[in-house]
């Protein structure tokens, strides 16, 4: 598919590959360039991948660790905000139907956890404005990554989600960055806008 891609669009993504310091590498998992559809014909877009979006964040130097898990029908799962907020998940394993994401960042230097939780409803309306699940029900891709890897793209949601409320830092540009590219599929292009 990629070879079909505008020079333009491959440039693009492998600059945005240097401007968020991802690795290619299929072992690590980091980052891929896909080809998505456009009215101008296939483009090429680097999208990073949730575990490419952990190792930016705690490369900063301010989160130890973060992780993200799905809850799904029938696990036992509990939010609690105020003072002292946590989170209780006792997975079952046995249910296949997603409810609710929820993402955990450790701070550095503290025992303190930052989360968010974002249930099925939250993650569908940000899957229905992507450009690249939008041609795909509409037949003009064959795949969709929302469709292929539903899980993983509830993970990236709810860890992106979890980005705006982390502490900042000056390593923070590569993570600003690979969240923008990002974004970039949820934009509607000059045509698409016109349709609105």
């Given at each position: ?37 456009s009215p ?56 296949k139907k ?99």
């Amino acid at each position: 598919g990629l070879k079909k891609c505008s020079k333009e669009s491959l440039l693009k993504a492998v600059y945005n590959i240097a401007l968020t310091g991802l690795s290619l590498n299929p072992v690590l998992k980091y980052a891929y360039l896909i080809p998505r559809w456009s009215p101008s014909g296939s483009v090429a877009v680097l999208e990073p991948s949730y575990q490419g979006l952990i190792k930016l964040l705690t490369d900063t130097g301010s989160i130890v660790a973060i992780y993200a898990n799905i809850v799904y029908e029938g696990d036992d799962f509990e939010v609690v905000y105020g003072t002292t907020s946590e989170i209780v998940h006792k997975p079952k394993f046995k249910g296949k139907k997603i409810l609710m994401v929820y993402a955990v960042a450790v701070l550095a230097g503290s025992n303190f956890k930052q989360f968010e939780v974002m249930d099925i409803e939250e993650i569908n309306a940000i899957k229905e404005k992507s450009e690249s699940y939008k041609a795909c029900k509409a037949g003009k891709a064959k795949s969709c990554i929302w469709e292929e890897h539903s899980g993983e793209m509830c993970k990236k949601t709810v860890i992106k989600r979890l980005f705006k409320y982390l502490p900042k830092t000056d390593k923070f540009n590569n993570v600003a960055h690979a969240i923008a590219v990002l974004d970039e599929d949820y934009t509607p292009t000059d045509g698409q806008a016109d349709y609105q």
